[in-house]
């Protein structure tokens, strides 16, 4: 079990809600898109996936983020 936390790049315009929201630092912005630079803090808390917008970034089934 476990979740990975995902980007649809495509659907991302960087408004950043979710860097904002997200309680450990795991994502960031580079030219304007969502990074998810630091995989290994992520708490699976789903805020992200809560707050965005446009369901950009989100929690999938599958194997842990390395
Ligand atoms: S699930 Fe939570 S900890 Fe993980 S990237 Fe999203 S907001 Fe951050
Ligand atoms: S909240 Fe959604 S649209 Fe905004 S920067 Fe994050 S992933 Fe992109």
């Given at each position: 079990?476990?979740?990975?936390?995902?980007?649809?790049?495509?659907?991302?315009?960087?408004?950043?809600?979710?860097?904002?929201?997200?309680?450990?630092?795991?994502?960031?912005?580079?030219?304007?898109?969502?990074?998810?630079?630091?995989?290994?803090?992520?708490?699976k808390c789903?805020?992200?996936?809560?707050?965005?917008?446009?369901?950009?970034?989100?929690?999938?089934?599958?194997?842990?983020?390395?």
């Open positions: 079990m476990g979740k990975k936390v995902v980007v649809d790049k495509k659907w991302c315009k960087g408004c950043g809600i979710c860097v904002a929201f997200c309680p450990k630092k795991v994502l960031g912005l580079v030219d304007g898109k969502i990074e998810i630079e630091r995989p290994e803090d992520c708490i789903g805020q992200c996936e809560l707050r965005c917008p446009d369901y950009a970034i989100y929690l999938e089934e599958g194997t842990e983020n390395e």
